[in-house]
């Protein structure tokens, strides 16, 4: 059989192993866009099927580059840097330039001042050993500053390849439908989706005669909370609209659940205000610290919803890290779930998530 690549996540095609990346049925060779069976039942059913690709395969696929000649533009989530950030970019890419794009500027609440976050962005990602030419803030669903990064994009290529990286779920291939909607008018050039690991290979997408615009394989995070969730959950944790900040003015010895995904005890320091920023679809129970272990037990996919039934059959034990607040206000992050603004100093909190599910801190960020 003529080789052939799936216009929607760039695996090779083959009809004979439907459980394998790039099946399709003989009868869709036909068509003039051949796409897989996976991709097919994802854009018309909106249902994703798992493929056997381990978390190293995407690595090496992005390690292409460093082969290569071309821009990289890495596509982080703003709601979820630290989830989002690919550690040993500059590594896995050579020399290439890198710009950077920040996304889902839209689920952000707006009172976050533009320029401060830029500022923020960049001093962040200089911390985590990334050089980049520049750095825009945008959003691929609404299309908010693709514009000004479309010119940023051309005027740094150089007449070269441009590749476009990042994790699962980050908005790759809505942020590539957003470029070529806005220069060519073409509407749904790949596949888009909610879940994580749409895109299976790299699509080449002509930029002209000679170079190619190419949406490579999202690199898994399994440190993600998106990992751990049914396909329902986690379109119930990803926020779609503004999230609208949720203040909670605790004492000493009380919980917060999210939902029944994660967990935060504060356990001493003076009354103070906790300012909660998850998906506004994310329900947050405030309980006593000593009743906590019970209403866990009893209510989880129930009153603490989400996880849902399909969930809890593959969700982890929660575990518990223990953080002191330094002398600042600070976020605490769940990663691939959302913050909690914390005031500064004198204070101690636990925090519990499924095991393997990363929660870290940071300078606030609002």
């Not at 009172?111 to 200089?126: A, D, E, G, R, Y």
């Not at 390849?161 to 994790?167: A, N, P």
């Not at 996880?307 to 953080?323: I, M, R, Y």
Request: aromatic share 6%; proline share 5%; with cysteine.
């Amino acid at each position: 059989m003529t080789e052939i690549k799936c216009q929607g996540c760039g695996a090779l095609i083959q009809t004979s192993d439907p459980n394998a990346a790039g099946y399709a049925p003989k009868s869709a060779l036909e068509r003039e866009d051949v796409i897989c069976k996976r991709c097919f039942r994802l854009k018309h059913y909106n249902e994703v099927q798992d493929v056997p690709f381990e978390d190293d395969d995407f690595l090496n696929m992005l390690n292409q580059i460093s082969e290569s000649r071309g821009l990289v533009v890495q596509l982080v989530d703003i709601f979820d840097l630290s989830g989002s950030f690919i550690p040993g970019l500059q590594r896995l890419t050579g020399q290439n330039p890198i710009l950077l794009a920040g996304n889902k500027m839209d689920v952000l609440p707006k009172s976050i001042n533009p320029n401060k976050l830029k500022q923020w962005l960049k001093s962040t990602i200089k911390e985590m050993g990334l050089k980049v030419q520049d750095v825009h803030l945008i959003s691929a669903h609404k299309g908010t500053g693709m514009e000004e990064l479309s010119k940023s994009i051309e005027r740094h290529r150089q007449g070269q390849d441009v590749y476009v990286v990042g994790t699962t779920n980050v908005g790759k291939s809505t942020f590539i439908n957003q470029l070529i909607h806005q220069t060519s008018g073409v509407d749904d050039v790949i596949t888009t989706s909610y879940f994580p690991g749409t895109t299976l290979g790299f699509i080449d997408i002509p930029l002209d005669k000679n170079t190619s615009l190419y949406d490579t394989p999202g690199v898994i995070h399994r440190h993600q909370m998106a990992h751990y969730v049914s396909d329902q959950d986690l379109k119930q944790i990803t926020p779609r609209k503004e999230v609208k900040p949720k203040v909670y003015q605790l004492n000493e010895g009380q919980t917060l659940y999210f939902g029944g995904l994660a967990r935060l005890d504060f356990n001493t320091g003076e009354r103070s205000s906790f300012i909660c920023y998850l998906s506004n679809e994310v329900e947050i129970h405030r309980t006593k610290l000593e009743k906590a272990d019970e209403l866990y037990n009893k209510h989880v996919g129930e009153l603490l919803t989400p996880p849902d039934k399909e969930t809890l059959k593959k969700l982890p034990q929660l575990v518990s890290q223990t953080f002191k607040i330094p002398n600042e206000k600070t976020d605490l992050v769940f990663s691939g779930l959302g913050w909690v603004t914390i005031p500064e100093g004198q204070i101690s909190v636990t925090a519990h998530v499924p095991e393997g599910v990363k929660v870290s801190l940071r300078e606030s960020l609002i």
